[in-house]
């Protein structure tokens, strides 16, 4: 993907991560989204050497049940200047860490807070539908989206959207089962090697995979996120400030938003109606990702790559430029996403293994693997690319050494 020339947004390396904080990942968290949310930003606070009434913005996910006054109330904090939202869902976090690095460079903020928090598994569990495509498989029209030609007529979850996107690439392509199998296995792989992971003691290999059990063909058991509650919280300052702060900063070198030209309205399932339903909004976020980075994807050392799914990764292999159109099947079998491999994946474990908190641990990974306290360090690793939800929109940000 020819993307070395530098645009003139300016804003590389002037902001930096400098705080990380988590949860516990879990099935049943037993908690409010408030605490998990209360926990992972007081960590992250604590992790930078920072507390409360240094920060004067916050950045939450639209889809986030915690409101921005709710954790300033928790947290005690004292003087927020700027209070942002984005998303939806998984686009959220990459977008979120854009949203804090325009509100500090247009000086509305000087620390912004970033989380996430959900129980995902215990209490708000996104594959069952959601409220308005429960009420829209009962009355047809009205609904402002095209929403309205899908929900009624059973097409109602993600899991069903991304199973239609890898049968279409199968049919165009000839990618196979093995090879989405390859990418569940290296995300456990990860897994295992991180205390923090959900699957950390589960071992998968390829008969494992293929002998479980259909969810929506050709997606298997494994091929799916892990439906979880926890939280994940970031702070980001600028550059100069951050040389203040406990652990060494982790400079963002870019990040981009954007969606495909032939974008419908609604959340994942008006796909279908476009030209190619195996294009990623990927495809215009990388674009603009690379240009403002003034690099491109030879030179990213790793890679955090949202993985709802197992096809998801696939498709941005190919759309971040790691390999050509139609080739992300072979690119994943050959071993280039495993450890040692010239572009190891989610080496905390991802959403397939160590737990789904919609994006915003990958922000989290991707720190670490430039802090170089990763579970799965990649030696000498100095550019991670982070990327967010890739439906409906896409989002994405590459993160840098200091």
Same mark, same amino acid.
């Given at each position: 993907?020819?993307?070395?020339?530098?645009?003139?947004?300016?804003?590389?390396?002037?902001?930096?991560?400098?705080?990380?904080?988590?949860?516990?990942? %879990?099935?049943?968290?037993?908690?409010?989204?408030?605490?998990?949310?209360?926990?992972?930003?007081?960590?992250?606070?604590?992790?930078?050497?920072?507390? &409360?009434?240094?920060?004067? $913005?916050?950045? +939450?996910?639209?889809?986030? =049940? !915690?409101? =921005?006054?709710?954790?300033?109330?928790?947290?005690?904090?004292?003087?927020?200047?700027?209070?942002?939202?984005?998303?939806?869902?998984?686009?959220?976090?990459?977008?979120?860490?854009?949203?804090?690095?325009?509100?500090?460079?247009? /000086?509305?903020?000087?620390?912004?807070?970033?989380?996430?928090?959900?129980? @995902?598994?215990?209490?708000? +569990?996104?594959?069952?539908?959601?409220?308005?495509?429960?009420?829209?498989?009962?009355?047809? /029209?009205?609904?402002?989206?095209?929403?309205?030609?899908?929900? &009624?007529? $059973?097409?109602?979850?993600?899991?069903?959207?991304?199973?239609?996107?890898?049968? +279409?690439?199968?049919?165009?392509?000839?990618?196979?089962?093995?090879?989405?199998?390859?990418?569940?296995?290296?995300?456990?792989?990860?897994?295992?090697?991180?205390?923090?992971?959900?699957?950390?003691?589960?071992?998968?290999?390829?008969?494992?995979?293929?002998?479980?059990?259909?969810?929506?063909?050709?997606?298997? *058991?494994?091929?799916?996120?892990?439906?979880?509650?926890?939280?994940?919280?970031?702070? !980001?300052?600028?550059?100069?400030?951050?040389?203040?702060?406990?652990?060494?900063?982790?400079?963002?070198?870019?990040?981009?938003?954007?969606?495909?030209?032939?974008?419908?309205?609604?959340?994942?399932?008006?796909?279908?109606?476009?030209?190619?339903?195996?294009?990623?909004?990927?495809?215009?976020?990388?674009?603009? *990702?690379?240009?403002?980075? $003034?690099?491109?994807?030879?030179?990213?050392?790793?890679?955090?790559?949202?993985?709802?799914?197992?096809?998801?990764?696939?498709?941005?292999?190919?759309?971040?430029?790691?390999?050509?159109?139609?080739?992300?099947?072979?690119?994943?079998?050959?071993?280039?996403?495993?450890? @040692?491999?010239?572009? &190891?994946?989610?080496?905390?474990?991802?959403?397939?293994?160590?737990?789904?908190?919609? /994006? #915003?641990?990958?922000?989290?990974?991707?720190? +670490?693997? #430039?802090? @170089?306290? %990763?579970?799965?360090?990649?030696?000498?690793?100095?550019?991670?690319?982070?990327?967010? @939800?890739?439906? &409906?929109?896409?989002?994405?940000?590459?993160?840098?050494? %200091?």
């Amino acid at each position: 993907m020819p993307a070395r020339q530098t645009d003139d947004f300016g804003h590389q390396d002037r902001c930096a991560i400098v705080g990380i904080g988590s949860t516990e990942f %879990s099935r049943n968290s037993e908690r409010s989204v408030l605490t998990l949310a209360t926990e992972a930003s007081a960590a992250a606070l604590a992790d930078a050497g920072l507390s &409360p009434k240094d920060v004067d $913005g916050i950045v +939450r996910c639209d889809h986030d =049940h !915690v409101t =921005h006054n709710d954790l300033v109330c928790s947290l005690g904090i004292a003087n927020l200047t700027y209070q942002g939202q984005v998303g939806p869902g998984g686009v959220g976090p990459c977008a979120m860490v854009g949203q804090a690095v325009a509100a500090i460079l247009s /000086g509305q903020a000087t620390t912004v807070l970033l989380y996430r928090s959900l129980n @995902g598994r215990s209490e708000v +569990r996104f594959g069952s539908g959601t409220a308005s495509a429960r009420d829209a498989a009962v009355t047809v /029209g009205g609904q402002g989206t095209y929403d309205e030609f899908f929900l &009624p007529f $059973g097409l109602m979850t993600a899991g069903q959207t991304f199973s239609i996107m890898a049968q +279409r690439h199968m049919i165009e392509y000839g990618t196979t089962c093995e090879q989405l199998g390859s990418i569940a296995i290296a995300c456990r792989e990860q897994a295992n090697a991180n205390p923090a992971a959900q699957m950390h003691s589960k071992p998968l290999d390829m008969q494992t995979y293929l002998a479980s059990r259909m969810i929506s063909t050709p997606l298997r *058991l494994y091929d799916y996120c892990l439906e979880t509650d926890g939280a994940c919280a970031v702070v !980001v300052t600028s550059t100069d400030r951050a040389s203040d702060t406990r652990k060494s900063p982790v400079l963002i070198r870019a990040v981009a938003q954007g969606c495909p030209p032939d974008m419908r309205g609604g959340m994942m399932f008006p796909i279908v109606m476009r030209d190619s339903i195996t294009d990623l909004p990927a495809y215009s976020v990388a674009s603009t *990702l690379y240009a403002r980075a $003034g690099l491109g994807p030879d030179e990213i050392d790793v890679a955090q790559l949202y993985d709802c799914f197992s096809i998801s990764i696939l498709l941005q292999l190919e759309a971040y430029g790691f390999c050509e159109k139609g080739e992300g099947g072979p690119f994943a079998e050959s071993g280039a996403i495993h450890r @040692g491999g010239a572009l &190891p994946i989610n080496t905390g474990g991802g959403h397939l293994s160590e737990g789904y908190i919609h /994006g #915003m641990n990958h922000v989290v990974e991707g720190v +670490r693997q #430039m802090r @170089g306290d %990763s579970s799965g360090q990649v030696p000498h690793a100095e550019t991670c690319l982070v990327t967010g @939800g890739p439906l &409906p929109t896409g989002s994405a940000v590459i993160l840098r050494k %200091s």
